[in-house]
């Protein structure tokens, strides 16, 4: 990585990096980081999942847990 690239790489927030965060926040922050870095809508997202743009905002939101199948998918 170049330094102007590594400076655009995100990092996760400060709070998914406390212990107290739990381990699937975390993830649900981490799956909003990656749709973002990777430069797709929700909208995007779910139509590759196969899931509603609502499903996956309420998995970023922390108001649904999703299944092991739907985080592979991811």
Request: aromatic letters at 2%.
């Amino acid at each position: 990585l170049s330094a102007d690239t590594a400076s655009e790489v995100r990092q996760p927030p400060e709070r998914c990096l406390s212990r107290q965060a739990g381990i699937m926040r975390c993830c649900l922050i981490a799956i909003e980081h990656a749709r973002i870095d990777k430069g797709l809508t929700r909208e995007d997202l779910a139509e590759r999942i196969r899931k509603s743009e609502r499903y996956v905002a309420a998995i970023e939101r922390g108001e649904r847990t999703p299944s092991l199948k739907t985080c592979y998918a991811v």
